[in-house]
């Protein structure tokens, strides 16, 4: 690594602090995005405004100092702004060890969080629920159980918080780890604010994911699965109710519960809002239980759109979220009694993130995170009827930085004619008529979607290639979500098959427009993105490069060592494997042969989703078949990459890839 760059990564806390002194950068002055540029940015989440409608805290992640031969993950801590802008943010609440998750008592008074602090992370240290008073002085310790607290919500009347903890079990990892081995169940407790009083409310052999109290403090709504693995956790979540006077469950919900939904009790005490499956496939809708009689009212039925990080309005008329939409995320709301849908404003939020705003309940105020394409996620402050106003700039030397142009686009796929949606990054100093070399990226689930704001920097590779040369193509294709349910299912068992033919037709849309080079095309993607590029080079020999990562290459032998086996289930109704089985003609391994794109893979060697041996097998098969090919395992990395150290390794790996085979000799990076 060029000691320039360490000096810049090591000392990327001062950069950012000076930079927020800095008078702007005309356009002349600006330069092209690095992948330094994407580690090293603030990052807010969680906003929560007090009760009084004053203040705002948030989490604050700061990337902090590179050090030689340990992990760069950064640091949390909590911030504070006035919710009305008239100051700028602070530091408020920090330790050595991260802090996160904040939440006001019903009065304002106090401040709940998550932290480690007090041991280090390295020595085992859990994480329990910490209090401060509203100024941010006295933190005490709340809890001291020995599993791990993964959320906590007060309790409506203040004296109490319910939250869910794992089981310390116990268990050695250098002991045989035989399959009936018992996993950690999360089970749910209570606790006084004193802390004195600690009790178990959720029966003891139930596995708890998530929950919500009554209005009334007096029953709990959960989310619950028989056991902690993750088929159950996924596949067979149950809606109950519990009486938590007595750790019972009171009421069962038939509900077929959605992967990734919440569980929220409307204020009014009348109805529970959860995500229902929407079956064949892996889409789901959010819906509406009465509590009374367990109806089910489904919302935005038959509405092109997904919605995420769903909350009740105070009065319970309306249900406020992120609303994806083909390619853009605003914060909507939706009526509860007529299922009208208003925009509040753009957000370009994350569809899977969580606490991405908060509404004062009283006055319907909201402060949320909002972002695009060229500019990362601020907190802004929205009152009815008035223009969105900023209260953060967590990132000014971001003026520094040229951003390549997002255009969205449309096209038909050829077999059944129906419209696909994406959208797509020119590079910088883009000339019309120009041809030039473009990457296609596909994204993972596939029950998942590319959407227009900021780049994480680990898979969505767009403005760094856009500062490099190229254009980058972001299909949406079927299987994606922001377009309906239909949309979302229409590649169930089809894996390879139709959202391949839509993401091929796209990029010939591409070409036929005048934007791509067809002889400088590369493909790339992760996860479900892996499998379909490494699927799409084994059936046309367009594409000069790949960079694939976290795949799936043998859909039989994946079914055997993931831990998400039931998604060959749904997603194609295997096993039983036939004899001439689909999942093993849909697997990029069975056609290997004929791939003729050099192409780099890369996996962590602790992936549980997307094991390291599917990298393995089809690395090998794709040397054997006489194409260059590279792989590169990233060691502590799970099926998301948490050190910033392999992320950069990453994205220079990916540049000089793609430069190698896309670039014209003697071209610059």
Not at 58 to 67: A, S
Not at 351 to 368: I, N, P, W
Not at 456 to 473: E, K, M, P, R, S
Not at 490 to 514: F, H, K, P, R, W
């Amino acid at each position: 690594m060029p000691s320039g760059l360490k000096r810049a990564m090591v000392s990327s806390g001062l950069v950012l602090l000076a930079c927020s002194f800095a008078a702007p950068t005309s356009a002349s002055q600006r330069r092209g995005s690095t992948p330094l540029d994407f580690l090293t940015i603030r990052k807010a989440s969680s906003p929560q405004i007090s009760p009084d409608g004053e203040t705002v805290v948030f989490v604050l992640e700061e990337p902090g100092p590179q050090k030689d031969g340990q992990p760069w993950r950064g640091d949390q801590d909590l911030w504070r702004v006035p919710a009305d802008g008239s100051a700028p943010p602070q530091r408020w609440i920090s330790s050595p060890q991260k802090d996160w998750s904040p939440r006001w008592s019903p009065d304002g008074g106090t401040l709940a969080f998550l932290s480690k602090r007090g041991t280090g992370e390295s020595n085992g240290s859990t994480t329990q629920i910490f209090l401060s008073d509203s100024s941010g002085a006295g933190v005490r310790q709340l809890t001291g159980v020995g599993g791990e607290i993964s959320a906590f919500r007060w309790a409506p009347d203040g004296s109490s918080l319910a939250f869910l903890a794992s089981d310390d079990l116990n268990h050695s990892d250098s002991a045989p780890h035989p399959s009936n081995r018992p996993l950690p169940l999360t089970k749910l407790y209570q606790v006084s604010v004193s802390g004195e009083e600690v009790m178990l409310i959720s029966p003891s052999g139930l596995n708890v994911i998530d929950f919500d109290w009554s209005p009334d403090g007096s029953r709990i709504a959960a989310l619950t699965s028989p056991t902690a693995k993750v088929p159950d956790l996924v596949s067979a979540r149950q809606l109950v109710i519990i009486d938590p006077s007595l750790a019972e469950v009171e009421r069962r919900f038939p509900n077929r519960i959605g992967w990734d939904s919440p569980v929220l009790w409307s204020p009014d005490g009348e109805l529970i809002h959860v995500d229902v499956w929407r079956s064949p496939g892996d889409a789901w809708s959010p819906a509406f239980i009465s509590v009374s009689d367990g109806q089910t009212q489904v919302l935005l039925d038959g509405v092109r759109a997904t919605i995420g990080d769903t909350r009740w309005s105070a009065d319970s008329r309306f249900l406020f979220g992120q609303l994806l939409e083909g390619n853009q995320t605003s914060l909507a709301r939706i009526e509860r009694e007529t299922g009208a849908i208003q925009r509040l404003t753009p957000s370009g939020a994350r569809l899977f993130e969580k606490g991405t705003y908060t509404a004062h309940d009283s006055s319907g105020r909201v402060v949320l995170l909002k972002a695009s394409a060229s500019a990362p996620p601020d907190l802004w402050f929205v009152d009815s009827g008035q223009a969105p106003k900023q209260l953060t700039r967590l990132n000014p030397q971001i003026d520094q930085i040229r951003f390549g142009e997002v255009r969205e686009l449309q096209w038909r796929n050829p077999d059944d004619g129906q419209t696909v949606h994406g959208f797509f990054v020119l590079p910088l100093d883009y000339q019309s008529g120009r041809r030039y070399p473009m990457v296609t990226i596909l994204h993972g689930g596939p029950t998942s979607a590319w959407q227009i704001g900021w780049s994480d920097g680990f898979t969505d590779w767009g403005q760094v290639l856009a500062a490099n040369g190229y254009i980058t193509f972001f299909p949406n294709v079927r299987g994606s979500l922001g377009a309906g349910v239909d949309y979302a299912n229409a590649n169930t068992g089809d894996l390879g098959g139709i959202d391949y033919v839509d993401a091929i037709s796209g990029v010939d849309e591409m070409v036929s427009q005048g934007f791509a080079d067809p002889k400088r095309l590369g493909v790339g993607g992760y996860s479900y993105g892996g499998y379909l590029s490494s699927w799409s080079i084994t059936q046309t020999t367009r594409f000069k490069a790949a960079v694939s990562g976290g795949i799936l290459a043998d859909l039989i032998s994946f079914y055997g060592t993931t831990d998400i086996p039931q998604y060959l289930t749904i997603h194609l109704g295997e096993p039983p494997f036939p004899e001439q089985s689909l999942a093993w003609q849909r697997s990029p391994l069975k056609h290997a042969s004929k791939v003729t794109t050099p192409v780099l893979f890369y996996v962590g060697d602790s992936d549980q989703r997307t094991p390291p041996g599917q990298v393995h097998q089809m690395h090998r098969a794709v040397e054997d078949a006489g194409v260059t090919a590279f792989k590169v395992i990233y060691p502590g990395e799970g099926h998301g990459f948490v050190d910033r150290n392999n992320q950069l390794d990453l994205m220079q790996r990916m540049l000089a890839w793609y430069g190698r085979y896309l670039l014209p000799a003697g071209a610059s990076q």
